[in-house]
């Protein structure tokens, strides 16, 4: 299989929008991180095929209710209204790529001035599973963007399905369109994954790496004015 052509999000309020279709179950799996462990807690939504028909299965954690959803879409901006506690925000979607660069410039804006490390995640699920043609291992890809202080970081994250769990993810790190550095940067997952439930919850396993590395990384490149 080819690498999939990745749907491109315009919502304009977009993290309100994303926290209301989290609440109906739009999205495979949606969370906050909250404090400085970055503790994800979440909402899951797993898709099950059974007799040609997909059945679905949702398993609530008491960190996100539909309440939540309704509260920041509320306010006319909510990322200016983070919660002191909330360091972080994810979603995983079918398909998913870079926001447009209206949508980030908001963020970069939003980042500026909560200083927060303001976190979303794009993941792409076992149905857009694509085949890596250098090492001929099926891979999940993620899209990462992380800001701070107005400074934007974006990685690619692959994870690869071996045999074993020896084996680990890599990521790739990408310019965003504002004063990200151009430096590889890498950190790992668990791979040996079997299906969608599984890669997410690799995923979590490895994202509290990923989301510090980024923020050194974001450390060490003045704000934007």
């Not at 993290?15 to 279709?21: Q, R």
């Not at 934007?152 to 994870?159: C, E, G, M, P």
């Not at 074993?164 to 791979?191: K, L, N, P, R």
Request: proline share 3%.
């Amino acid at each position: 299989m080819t690498e999939p052509d990745w749907e491109i999000w315009t919502n304009g309020t977009l993290l309100s929008s994303l926290l209301s279709e989290c609440s109906t179950s739009s999205y495979d799996s949606c969370g906050y991180l909250f404090g400085k462990d970055r503790t994800i807690r979440s909402s899951t939504v797993t898709d099950h095929q059974e007799n040609v028909e997909k059945q679905r299965r949702v398993t609530t954690s008491n960190s996100f209710q539909p309440a939540d959803a309704q509260r920041l879409s509320s306010l006319r901006n909510p990322l200016f209204h983070l919660s002191e506690n909330v360091t972080g925000f994810y979603v995983a979607r079918r398909k998913a790529t870079t926001p447009s660069l209206q949508e980030l410039s908001v963020l970069r804006q939003a980042s500026s001035v909560t200083t927060k490390h303001l976190f979303l995640l794009f993941i792409t699920p076992n149905d857009v599973v694509y085949k890596d043609s250098a090492s001929e291992s099926l891979c999940w890809k993620f899209w990462c963007y992380f800001w701070k202080e107005g400074k934007v970081a974006k990685t690619s994250l692959r994870i690869r399905s071996f045999q074993s769990t020896s084996e680990a993810g890599y990521a790739e790190w990408h310019q965003a369109g504002f004063d990200v550095s151009e430096t590889s940067a890498v950190a790992t997952a668990q791979a040996g994954l079997s299906n969608c439930e599984s890669t997410i919850e690799a995923l979590k396993n490895g994202l509290q790496e990923l989301h510090q590395s980024c923020i050194t990384l974001l450390d060490s490149y003045p704000a934007v004015p």
